[in-house]
């Protein structure tokens, strides 16, 4: 595979805008805009079903929080490198703008949080995550941004604080997802929007799409392991449904793919080896004969080899208003 390089094509696609329904139905979106690999010439679809919901705590006994243990940088190196990107997407779906005040809820290493001090300034934004790592990290990197150690579930804020409130990536992984968008409400001031955007780990998110199969192809009994079987809210109808849910109103879905770069495989597989996210817990988890096995299986299904290439991911947005 040595000198190949992976790109990844997006279909247009017509956004959806706040408050203006989209003329697409929710299957229509599903099956719009497939991000395409190509190699060699060849396109491949990066396609694969939508499946059963279930929970991933109970799959793994492990809590999901706990796989987020590790360092920044490993985050960074790992999922974070489609972060800045797909914030600006976010921000620009949940129409942020100057003289707003906005909340980044499991905001990690500070992604979200640096785009939104960019857009609003670091006084007007606050950030919280269960992560005490993710936290010190987000104060390091943003001075003047208010970042504390708290639950989604239990906001530190009085009601009505914020213009915007955001999750990145986080919603999934939420204890009780229903009892966070609900808190998220509660710190929204009426008619300000709440916007979240979640990965599509059943389709598109090429990285976690590969790795899984490539996990399901070995250990079949691992396959409910799989983020794209196992995660709540990775699709657009669970979406609408926990923001209507919520007594959010105007409610919009859109999709967006995003990408990153890697200077080699070695470079996308090394933070795995550290725990870092389900995908990396697992990883961790192997024997290093098994290890090897992954490891030589997800580069085949990726096509890399040691030059540069870059992956695409797709992302769900949802947004609405506090009635």
């Not at 229509?28 to 059963?52: C, H, N, V, W, Y």
């Not at 906001?155 to 604080?161: H, N, R, V, Y």
């Not at 199969?213 to 609408?240: I, K």
């Not at 090897?292 to 030059?307: C, I, P, S, T, V």
Request: proline share 5%; hydrophobic share 45%; glycine share 8%.
């Amino acid at each position: 595979m040595s000198g190949q390089q992976v790109v990844i094509s997006v279909r247009p696609r017509r956004r959806a805008i706040l408050g203006v329904s989209d003329p697409r139905t929710l299957r229509d979106i599903l099956r719009a805009s497939q991000p395409i690999a190509f190699r060699d010439g060849t396109e491949k679809a990066l396609e694969a079903d939508m499946r059963t919901v279930r929970d991933w705590v109970a799959m793994s006994r492990t809590p999901v929080a706990d796989t987020f243990l590790q360092g920044a940088d490993v985050y960074d190196r790992h999922i974070g490198r489609y972060g800045r990107e797909l914030a600006l997407e976010l921000i620009k779906f949940a129409d942020v703008r100057p003289g707003q005040r906005a909340l980044d809820v499991g905001c990690g290493p500070g992604a979200l949080t640096k785009q939104l001090a960019s857009v609003l300034g670091a006084e007007q934004v606050s950030a919280i995550d269960p992560s005490s790592a993710f936290v010190q990290a987000c104060q390091e990197r943003l001075p003047g941004v208010h970042a504390e150690v708290a639950a989604a579930e239990a906001l530190p804020f009085g009601d009505e604080f914020f213009d915007r409130t955001l999750a990145q990536l986080v919603v999934n992984f939420m204890t009780d997802a229903e009892a966070g968008v609900r808190e998220m409400c509660r710190v929204t001031r009426s008619g300000s929007i709440i916007a979240a955007a979640v990965w599509d780990y059943a389709g598109q998110m090429t990285l976690l799409r590969r790795f899984w199969d490539s996990v399901a192809a070995l250990d079949p009994s691992a396959a409910d392991l799989d983020e794209g079987r196992s995660m709540r809210y990775c699709t657009p109808d669970e979406l609408q449904a926990l923001w209507t849910g919520a007594g959010l109103e105007k409610v919009s879905i859109s999709d967006v793919v995003v990408t990153a770069g890697y200077e080699g495989f070695e470079d996308l597989w090394e933070p795995l080896q550290f725990g870092v996210s389900p995908s990396g817990a697992y990883v961790a988890s192997l024997s290093p004969d098994r290890r090897a096995e992954l490891k030589a299986d997800f580069q085949h299904r990726l096509g890399a080899g040691n030059e540069p290439f870059r992956l695409g991911a797709r992302a769900w947005l949802v947004a609405g208003r506090v009635p």
